[in-house]
């Protein structure tokens, strides 16, 4: 489901509770609720009689409240995904699905910049999925000519932060918010506000600053 695996105890709760509900955002990871609440994320039905297409309902749900829908057919790589017909005119900051190239890390960050800076980073670049494995150092090589350079003074609001959690290049990114929290979209997950703290500082691997912020 848009690059978020769906647990086993997830679908569970689903097929617990009638076949429908919702998946909502637990700092980043998916859970189970039978509501619609701020922290819903998308819409969930599990239908093993159902050919996985969207009922006009569900559809008119979805635009309504910018839901991304996904259904689970005979199992769990029997699944079709459904988004909004604006979801990417109107997706904000949290809660945003993982889709990669589309809605991910980096496009998080440029859309942030963009809308508070007025600062254009390409969005059509050249990142095939591992690029960290092949040696490229994309958020530096793709950040500096637009006004980023690398800062080794104490973090501030707005600070990119770059971890690396494997032996390869930096791999992921996020925007520093302030009061030790950080605003970030990892794979496989849902875009959240989370604590900069445990593994997150232990695998900083470098900060970049926007030249106004100086």
């Known amino acids: ?14 097929i617990d509770a009638g076949g429908r ?3 909502k955002n637990l700092r980043g990871k998916p859970g189970f609720s039978l509501e619609r609440d701020a922290n819903t994320v998308a819409i969930l039905e599990i239908n093993s009689d159902s050919d996985l297409t969207v009922s006009e309902d569900i559809r008119n749900e ?29 997706v904000n900051y949290e809660n945003r699905v993982y889709i990669y190239g589309m809605l991910d890390c980096y496009t998080l960050i440029r859309d942030y910049f963009r809308e508070k800076y007025n600062v254009w980073i390409p969005a ?33 609001k707005d600070d ?3 971890f ?12 520093y918010i302030g009061d030790g929290k950080m605003l970030h979209h990892m794979i496989g997950r849902f875009s959240c506000i989370d604590d900069f ?5 232990v695998s900083l691997a470098g900060v970049l600053r926007y030249d106004s912020m100086e």
Request: proline fraction near 6%; charge should be neutral.
């Open 164 to 175: 690396k959690f494997d032996n390869g290049m930096p791999s992921h990114s996020a925007i």
């Open 62 to 90: 979805m635009n309504q409240y910018n839901l991304p829908y996904t259904i689970i057919g005979k199992d769990k790589d029997h699944s079709k995904s459904f988004v909004p017909d604006r979801y990417f005119e109107n």
């Open 197 to 201: 703290d445990g593994v997150y500082k």
């Open 21 to 23: 509900g919702y998946i």
């Open 160 to 162: 990119v932060l770059l």
């Open 1 to 14: 489901m848009f690059g978020i695996e769906l647990s086993p105890p997830l679908i569970q709760s689903c």
């Open 124 to 156: 059509n670049i050249d990142r095939a999925f591992g690029w960290w494995h092949n040696g490229r150092n994309l958020y530096v090589d793709l950040y500096q000519p637009y006004g980023f350079k690398e800062s080794r003074e104490a973090i501030k």
